[in-house]
């Protein structure tokens, strides 16, 4: 293999750069040409790429985003969108490609393998939902930045003896907001994987009034049917029979933008650096991920389209720990 490429896709997440780094600088080393393709499938489609160099990837290990952009692409969960990436693949002499990227990112990376194109992807996305992986690049510094943030809130809350509501990212996975919540020693946990109505919030929260707690923080995730807004809407409504209200703040995408920590760094670049030696190696059709503590393949067509659950023992254990 001579000239690969390699793309960035979906929500951005901290350590991409680290993957894209390693991607280029392992892909030289190995004698192969390496492209970068700008903004994600869309880029592909519109063959917007370019030759990348060691000094193209040299100061970026420490930032969040993606040097090379990303986007959402409807057209390429088309086959129409699929057989045109693969006529620029094929007029840019391209013949393996590095997706790093989430769930939808992936899937498609398995089609264009399905048509034969060798493909590798990396495992990416701040939501931890991507099955392959036991952790996902962007995992570690979204939960810092949601730490940082209920550690603050904490703060105010005791001085104003308030319950505040944290809502963190996920999609409709519960992860972020389940570890965020026990690592923040949140008093309430909603999570998609299992709902509560703010009137069993209400109810946990006047517990732990209580039990004599100055504060109570909720971390709701933004999948969950009763999302940040709409419990505190409840509270505002019910205000005279709860007693009291709750204040609301939503981290959005704050939580994508935070500088990668060592583990994410460290991560991106052991999942870019295996990428190239698997395409390099003639093995790909896969998703390289961490499973146990090993970076470990998975089947691209085991990977699309499924969800990885979150373990709901956690979510136990929190509830035992707010006590
Ligand atoms: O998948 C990553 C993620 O940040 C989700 O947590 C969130 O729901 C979504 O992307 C937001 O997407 P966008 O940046 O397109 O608004």
Redesign the pocket.
Known sequence: MKRIAVLTS??D?PGMNAAIRAVVRVGLDRGMEVMGIRNGYKGLLEGDCYSMGARDVGGIIQMAGTILGSA?CREFETEEGQLKGLEQLRQKGIEGLVVIG??GSQTGACALSRRGFPVVGVAS???NDLYGSDITIGVNTALDVALEAIDRLKVTASSHHRAFLVEV???KCGY?ALTAGIAGGAEVIVLPEKEMDPEAVAAELRAAYDKGKKHAIVVVA??ANYDAEKISEHFRANRARLGFEVRATKLG?T??GGNPTAFDRLLGTRLGAAAAYHLKGGEHGVLVGLIKGEIATTPLEEVAGKKKPVDLRMLELAQVLAK
Do not use: S, Y
Request: proline residues 0%.
């Open positions: 979906g929500g997440a959402r989430g769930n996305t701040i939501d990212m996920g999609r972020l933004e999948g995408h939580q994508r």
